[in-house]
Nanobody
Framework: VQLQASGGGLVQAGGSLRLSCAAS????????VGWYRQAPGKQRELVAR???????NYADYVKGRFTISRDNAKNTVYLQLNSLEPEDTAVYYC?????????WGQGTQVTVSS
């Protein structure tokens, strides 16, 4: 499985971005998908995740601001980021998990200026 993330950039506080991650292969629809982020000097952390079945779950610090969605027909997972804060600055990574194996995209930089 190969993942290609896009959509990052520089935005002012309060602005919005939409990240996309396209997956190769035919297993996307049966996998859990998610977004993680890693800020400088910090560990990678979960932002949002959609399990194979069930509802999305979010980190507390993004609830009400970020929305994760998936389009199985396009093998793509999205992350809509609204009301961005400088603390959201990080490299964002998409993740696909299938049968306990994790696949990662290359990361896309999100920078929020104050």
């Amino acid at each position: 499985v190969q993942l290609q993330a896009s959509g990052g950039g520089l935005v002012q506080a309060g602005g919005s971005l939409r990240l996309s991650c396209a997956a190769s292969g035919s297993i996307f629809s049966i996998a859990a998908v998610g977004w993680y982020r890693q800020a400088p000097g910090k560990q990678r952390e979960l932002v949002a995740r959609i399990p194979r079945r069930g509802s999305a779950n979010y980190a507390d610090y993004v609830k009400g601001r970020f929305t994760i969605s998936r389009d199985n027909a396009k093998n793509t997972v999205y992350l809509q980021l609204n009301s961005l804060e400088p603390e959201d600055t990080a490299v964002y990574y998409c993740n696909v998990q299938l049968f306990s194996t994790d696949y990662w995209g290359q990361g896309t930089q999100v920078t929020v200026s104050s």
